[in-house]
């Protein structure tokens, strides 16, 4: 079975900083979508960045970008220039290419920014 | 991406009541899922909502307890009946696009008293 694993609970960083996230998962499929997702305190779950497996570029949208390395099942999230509205949890995620199979996410973690 | 309109936003409900949620999207989808988030915890896929067929349950959950209709393709509801204080949670519905990504309503913080 799938799992994914955020190995840290909570971290903080200072505003303007850079911060990167851990997430490691487990699969033995060879197509899938690796993803973060961001929920503020509004509880609105939102998807930050998603990664193919296929592509070997990591994936970058403005200030966050990943660090993909699909040998090691590992999938960091880096945010750059860190932001007070950055503060919220953070969920990597995964799914499978194969129709029909679910999203699995981590655990989640909590991210400070320190004014 | 699609919007997600979920509603209500939040409520206060006594136990043994029952609750629904409802969920409209913008555009047509096959399937909407339902999700249920504990204080604290992660994401729990709850069921897959098709329309014009039954939902499919995940594992721990029944549809007596958690009853979902897909009258169409852009609305979607879940009840929560019989309620304890151990359904307190935020409930989410979302849809998802081709390449599987996920896009959530603003959820339901449910309380129960």
Redesign the interface.
Known sequence: AQTVTQSQPEMSVQEAETVTLSCTYDTSESDY?L?W?KQPP??????VI?Q?AYKQQNATENRFSVNFQKAAKSFSLKISDSQLGDAAMY?C?Y?S?RRDD??I????TRLHILP | ?AVISQKPSRDICQRGTSLTIQCQVDSQVTMM?WYRQQPG???T?IA?ANQGSEATY?SGFVIDKFPISRPNLTFSTLTVSNMSPEDSS?Y?C?V?DA?????????T?LTVV
């Open positions: 979508y993803f997702y509004s509880r609105q779950m939102i998807l998603r193919e969920f995620a799914r290419a679910k999203i996410f981590g655990k989640g | 991406s899922f915890q992660s994401l896929l897959t995940e935020i989410l979302s998802e390449t599987g990504g996920a896009f959530f309503g603003q959820g913080r």
